[in-house]
C-alpha cells in the first residue's frame, strides 16, 4: 500500500481549483490553505474560505497512486 502525502495532494487540489476557475469570466476567490478530511471512511480535500466551501476533491487510490476527482455535489457533513 502507498503512502499518501496530504500535503502534496492539498497543492495539486490548489492547483486544479486555480485552473478551473481561470476557464470562467472573473477572478478566482482566494482559499484558505486546504484541509485534509475524512468522512465515511473516504478522504477528501477541501477548500473554503469565509464564506463557506469553494470546492471538494475526493482521494482515489488509482493504480496504486493517489489521484483527486472533483465533486459537484459533496456530502453535507463537510459544511
Known amino acids: 500500500m502507498t503512502?499518501?502525502?496530504?500535503?502534496?495532494?492539498?497543492?495539486?487540489?490548489?492547483a486544479a481549483y486555480f485552473r478551473a476557475t481561470a476557464k470562467q469570466d472573473g477572478v478566482p476567490i482566494q482559499p484558505s490553505p486546504a484541509e485534509h478530511v475524512k468522512h465515511d471512511g473516504l478522504d477528501y480535500i477541501v477548500l473554503r474560505n469565509a464564506n463557506g466551501i469553494?470546492?471538494?476533491?475526493?482521494v482515489r487510490i488509482v493504480?496504486?497512486?493517489?489521484?483527486?476527482?472533483?465533486?459537484?455535489?459533496?456530502?453535507k457533513e463537510l459544511v
Request: contains cysteine.
Open 3 to 14: 503512502t499518501i502525502n496530504y500535503r502534496d495532494l492539498c497543492n495539486r487540489a490548489m
Open 54 to 58: 469553494l470546492a471538494v476533491y475526493r
Open 63 to 75: 493504480n496504486g497512486e493517489p489521484v483527486l476527482k472533483g465533486l459537484k455535489r459533496w456530502p
